[in-house]
């Protein structure tokens, strides 16, 4: 599902108030980190991503890598802090995702 303008703005002004619960550091994007974060986007659908200073990856390839392999969307880059949103599979975890099919 492609988001339309006005999802996209809802997503990040909810994401605003959010702090990042990943960092890629030196070691760089891993599958074992693509795979946590895969895990945590199935429980919360919004999430933020951060590249530290010390990395080499560039946000906008971690931002295709993402997309390609969990099929979820970057709503926003900002500097090195990525907003990935993807729906949840269960329902119980649907809170974002209801409110963007509403808009």
Same mark, same amino acid.
């Given at each position: 599902? +492609?988001?339309?303008?006005?999802? !996209?703005?809802?997503?990040? &002004? ?9 960092? @890629?550091?030196?070691?760089?994007? /891993?599958?074992?980190?693509?795979? $946590? ?5 199935? !429980?919360? +659908?919004? @999430?933020?991503? =951060?590249?530290? $200073? /010390?990395?080499? +990856? ?5 931002? =295709? ?23 949840? &599979?269960?329902?119980?975890?649907? /809170? @974002? &995702? =209801? ?5």
């Amino acid at each position: 599902m +492609e988001l339309r303008g006005k999802q !996209k703005r809802f997503l990040r &002004s909810e994401a605003h108030h959010l702090k990042p619960i990943f960092q @890629i550091g030196k070691g760089g994007l /891993n599958d074992a980190m693509i795979h $946590q974060i895969g895990e945590a986007l199935e !429980k919360r +659908e919004l @999430i933020k991503v =951060t590249l530290l $200073q /010390n990395t080499d +990856e560039v946000p906008e390839e971690v931002a =295709t890598v993402l997309e390609k392999q969990l099929a979820c969307q970057v709503v926003q880059i900002i500097g090195k802090i990525l907003v990935v949103y993807k729906p949840s &599979s269960k329902e119980k975890f649907q /809170n @974002i &995702s =209801t409110q963007v099919r509403g808009i």
